[in-house]
């Protein structure tokens, strides 16, 4: 059974930084790309950041370019996220993501707030 499990985050100020990292088990890592999306409260849920399975392709929303940047250790069955100059619009729910024989599997998300 595919489980995905979130950690890291917190309240943190405007400018600052923040590492998620999202521990997978269940299916076998190293072959699936993975996605981190994201939900503010009382919006949709969005996409982030993607990473193929080698980690060598990424990709990033426009909003977090420049900013965030995804990785992952296919030895740790682990993707990460680190969140450098952080804003109040970051504010969110993070959830890490893999797609697997047609479906989607979430974990239960890492609460971020971004606020002085």
């Known amino acids: 059974q595919v489980q995905l499990v979130e950690s890291g985050g917190g309240l943190v100020q405007p400018g600052g930084s923040l590492r998620l990292s999202c521990a997978a088990s269940g299916f076998t890592f190293s072959n699936y790309a993975m996605r981190w999306y994201r939900q503010a409260p009382g919006k949709e849920r969005e996409w982030v950041a993607f990473?193929?399975?080698?980690?060598?392709?990424?990709n990033y929303a426009d909003s977090v370019k420049g900013r965030f940047t995804i990785s992952r250790d296919n030895a740790k069955n682990t993707v990460y996220l680190q969140m450098n100059s952080l804003k109040p619009e970051d504010t969110a729910v993070y959830y890490c993501?893999?797609?697997?024989?047609?479906?989607?599997?979430w974990g239960k998300g890492a609460l971020v707030t971004v606020s002085s």
């Open positions: 993501n893999v797609f697997i024989a047609g479906r989607d599997s």
């Open positions: 990473i193929s399975v080698d980690g060598y392709r990424t």
